[in-house]
């Protein structure tokens, strides 16, 4: 059975510090990796998906990388702003199918200004 | 933009009750996913469907069946709530084929009393 961890569950930095959020999984037949952003009270945005044959993607100041082989993603966050403040969930789909997600229990992001 | 529109955002229900939750995307994905959210547990798969009248049970299905008679429209029913069922349920959408993320609605909180 697929499961992901996310280290630490909680981080704390000041505003401008680059940083990286770890993500985990016991299986590496996936076909992808997605991470998410969920602020307090509210649902899941998609943030970035990396597919299983990428390396990395990136989107401004995002970017994930995937190593299957080790079962491990990083996701960057550069120059980070207290609007980065939020939770950030990573999330794997099993190899041969889109739909199952199992999801970790994300990081709980704090950018103190 | 992808829109996943849940329909009501905090629901209070009593125990028996049966209750239904709403979901409604405008982007004409196939497939469609209902999950609880709760603190310590992660966000959990209850069912998902694939196609109109089609559904397949997640992780957690127990208590709960679900409805799909339009494309846009996805459904979930507390056949008779119980207290244990409080939580965050959040629907997400997500276009068929691998490497398609998926989208979420807000959220529901639901409480039941």
């Known amino acids: 059975k697929q499961e992901v961890t996310q280290i630490p569950a909680a981080l704390s930095v000041p505003e401008g510090e680059n940083l990286v959020l770890n993500c985990s999984f016991t299986?590496?037949?996936?076909?992808?990796l997605q991470w998410f952003r969920q602020d307090p009270g509210k649902g899941l945005t998609s943030l970035l998906l990396?597919?299983?044959?990428?390396r990395e993607q990136t989107s401004g100041r995002l970017n994930a990388s995937l190593d299957k082989s080790s079962g491990r993603s990083t996701l960057y966050i550069a120059a980070s702003q207290p609007g980065d403040s939020a939770t950030y969930l990573c999330?794997?789909?099993?190899?041969?199918?889109?739909?199952?997600?199992?999801f970790g229990k994300g990081t709980l992001l704090t950018v103190n200004p | 933009d992808v829109k996943v529109t849940q329909s009501s955002r905090y629901l209070v229900k009593r125990t028996g009750e049966k209750v239904f939750l709403e979901c409604v995307q405008d982007?004409?994905?196939?497939?469609m996913f209902w999950y609880r959210q709760d603190p310590g547990l992660g966000l959990r798969l209850i069912y998902f469907?694939?196609?109109?009248?089609?559904?397949e049970k997640g992780d957690i299905p127990e208590g709960y069946s679900v409805s799909r008679e339009k494309k846009e429209r996805f459904s979930l029913i507390l056949e008779s709530a119980s207290t244990n069922q409080t939580s965050m349920y959040l629907c997400?959408?997500?276009?068929?084929?691998?490497?398609?993320?998926?989208?979420f609605g807000d959220g529901t909180r639901l409480s039941i009393l």
């Open positions: 469907s694939y196609d109109v009248k089609m559904k």
């Open positions: 997400a959408s997500s276009l068929t084929g691998f490497n398609q993320p998926q989208h």
């Open positions: 999330a794997v789909s099993p190899g041969g199918s889109n739909y199952k997600l199992t």
């Open positions: 982007m004409d994905h196939e497939n």
């Open positions: 990396i597919q299983s044959s990428q």
């Open positions: 299986d590496s037949a996936i076909y992808n």
